[in-house]
């Protein structure tokens, strides 16, 4: 098993900055990647960035590219997130697994390790 615990959200105006961190433990010899995701009000999960646990290739949607940037630590991975906007409003989920290739790892669907969310808000 894998652990995720999720911190850094919160109220922002459109335009500002916050940075997301998530603390992994146990089993993390078991995963090959790890990533951010995010659900909007009525929308779906979505993947938002992703990065290789060893090599440390990142992966973005595009909808944040040049935004957000992703980065790991030992046993962290963090998201910071720059000129937000209120479309970036949502539930950001940290999460993990051994999953190969982009598409895979970007699809909320599949097995993968799965923390409780924090809550970012943006308004305009």
């Known amino acids: 098993q894998v652990q995720l615990v999720e911190s850094g959200g919160g109220s922002v105006q459109a335009g500002g900055s916050l940075t997301l961190s998530c603390a992994v433990s146990?089993?993390?010899?078991?995963?090959?990647?790890m990533g951010w995701f995010r659900q909007g009000p009525g929308k779906e999960r979505e993947g938002v960035a992703t990065?290789?646990?060893?090599?440390?290739p990142t992966y973005y949607a595009d909808s944040v590219k040049g935004r957000f940037t992703i980065s790991k630590a030992k046993n962290a991975v963090y998201l910071q997130m720059n000129n937000l906007t209120p479309e970036d409003t949502a539930m950001y989920y940290c999460?993990?697994?051994?999953?190969?290739?982009?598409?895979?790892?970007?699809?909320?669907?599949?097995?993968?390790?799965w923390g409780q969310g924090t809550q970012v808000t943006v308004s305009s």
């Open positions: 999460a993990a697994g051994w999953v190969y290739g982009q598409t895979a790892r970007m699809n909320p669907q599949g097995d993968k390790y």
């Open positions: 990065i290789s646990t060893l090599a440390g």
């Open positions: 146990g089993a993390i010899d078991r995963t090959n990647f």
